[in-house]
Every structure is written in structure tokens, then in C-alpha cells.
């Protein structure tokens, strides 16, 4: 009797935390939580690799990912050797004072992933070196792959416009096949990532991303990115978020309203 109590207690737990098969991300509930902005929405079921791409002009948009690199410039750190641990001593600060009050000061890898310091990437990025990072870049097949503008910048808008460029869709289809482990990191590399990518857990679920954000000459912003994925209930979903005009943490309440608003978050 106690093992038929303990099984049916496990069918009803089980059910109520599955997704139902008619489970599907709401559009009304995208767009009014993305409130007449400009930009794009991209989510994808890792499971099933449904793709809800609700301003689809905009997600085919090429846009320089700006800080959203560090994800992939973290892992391709990992799998040289460079890096190894998120509490190991990463950046050392050249006495530079920046902007950012943040980024002056020593670094660990977790905490210049969570100040998006982009000196101590910028330092990353030197170590892996151009030869290395073309091979990578080629590997995970990155937006339009053009590393040009230098080792150390090609990540961040140019002025003629010659960096690296992605469109959101490709972003959230990147994440998705890391997800699905389709890309070529160990699973060390992923473990890492994820544990510096975490941005929130609740009762419903675990909330990874990266923030990017673009300035003019002026100081004003025109780009703002937010991309990670959610684990919820036993499935992932995959995002990118890209929003002109804004800053990346304006794309991340974003996301994160929807993502609460779905009962996934």
C-alpha cells in the first residue's frame, strides 16, 4: 500500500510540473510586454525546436553583439586552456580609471562576467589570439565570422561598421544548439558558463543571460541585447532579445517580464 502511495504521489507531482502539449510562448503577451519598442524577440524550444520569432524583419537584422560575446569568448577561453574556474583570479586592473566604477578594481572570471568588464575580455580575447579565434569562430559559425576589425574589438560597433554582426535569430539558434550540446564544448566548458551566465532561480525556474549594450559618440544608447535561456519544468527555452535605443538591461526586464508572464520564470 505504502509503494502504490509513493507511485501515485509521483504520477500527480509529475503531471503538474510537465509542460501540457499544447504549451506555446503567448504573443499577446510579447507584445505587450515589449510595449511598442523597436527591435526583435527570438524564443526556442529546445526540446521540440520550435522557433517563435515575433518581429521577424527585425530578427533578421544583422547587429554587432556587442557584450553578448563574452559568452562565446568565455567558452573558447575554457577550451584553449586560459581559463579554468569562475572564482580564479582573471582580471588584473591597470590602475586605468574607467567610466564603469566596477571594472576598476581585480577581477575574478565571475565577477568581470557579471560587470561585463570589457577590458579584462578585451585581455581574453588577446590571449587566444586571431588564429584561434578564426578557428572557433568558424567552428560555432558565428554571424558573418568577420574578426577584421582586430582581436579586440570586433565584437564592438566600429565606426565604418567592419565588426562581427549577427542577427538575433542566429543568436537564440546559437544558444539553442549549445543547449542541445550540438556545438563542440566539453562539458566542463557548459557547466562554467552556466554557472556565470545565472541571473535568477525561482520556484519556476532558472534564468541565464548576458546583457549587451551599444552607445553613439554621445553617450546615448542604440543598441541593447539580452540572450540567454530558461530551464523550466524539465524544458529550455532559448532567447534573444534586441531592442534600438535602449540599454541591455532594458532588454533583460523585458525578457525577464515575459518569461514570468508564461508561468516559466
Not at 61 to 75: D, G, H, R, V, Y
Not at 101 to 128: G, H, M, R, Y
Not at 154 to 181: H, R, S, V
Request: with cysteine.
Amino acid at each position: 500500500m505504502k509503494l502504490l502511495t509513493q507511485i501515485f504521489f509521483f504520477l500527480i507531482t509529475s503531471s503538474a510540473i510537465a509542460f501540457p502539449a499544447s504549451f506555446s510562448i503567448s504573443e499577446d503577451i510579447v507584445k505587450k510586454s515589449f510595449a511598442g519598442n523597436n527591435g526583435a524577440i527570438v524564443i526556442i524550444d529546445c526540446t521540440s525546436e520550435k522557433v517563435y520569432d515575433f518581429f521577424p524583419a527585425a530578427s533578421s537584422e544583422m547587429l554587432a553583439p556587442c557584450s553578448t560575446f563574452k559568452i562565446w569568448n568565455t567558452l573558447i577561453g575554457l577550451e584553449c586552456g586560459l581559463i579554468s574556474k569562475p572564482e580564479e583570479k582573471f582580471y588584473f586592473w591597470d590602475g586605468k580609471k574607467r567610466s564603469i566604477e566596477d571594472w576598476n578594481q581585480n577581477l575574478t572570471l565571475k565577477e568581470a562576467f557579471k560587470v561585463s568588464c570589457v577590458p579584462a575580455f578585451k585581455d581574453l580575447a588577446k590571449k587566444i589570439g586571431l588564429e584561434n579565434m578564426k578557428i572557433w569562430i568558424d567552428k560555432i559559425s558565428f554571424g558573418n565570422k568577420n574578426i577584421s576589425a582586430g582581436i579586440d574589438c570586433f565584437w564592438l560597433p566600429q565606426e565604418d561598421g567592419n565588426e562581427i554582426k549577427i542577427t538575433p535569430l542566429e543568436q537564440a539558434k546559437l544558444l539553442a544548439k549549445f543547449i542541445n550540446k550540438q556545438l563542440p564544448f566539453s562539458e566542463k566548458s557548459e557547466k562554467i558558463l552556466k554557472e556565470l551566465m545565472k541571473e535568477k532561480e525561482t520556484i519556476h525556474g532558472i534564468f541565464y543571460g548576458k546583457t549587451g549594450s551599444a552607445a553613439d559618440s554621445s553617450g546615448n544608447y542604440t543598441l541593447g541585447w539580452f540572450i540567454g535561456f530558461v530551464e523550466s519544468q524539465g524544458e529550455t527555452f532559448a532567447f534573444a532579445c534586441a531592442i534600438k535605443g535602449k540599454m541591455g538591461k532594458d532588454a533583460r526586464a523585458i525578457m525577464e517580464a515575459i518569461l514570468s508572464k508564461q508561468g516559466l520564470l
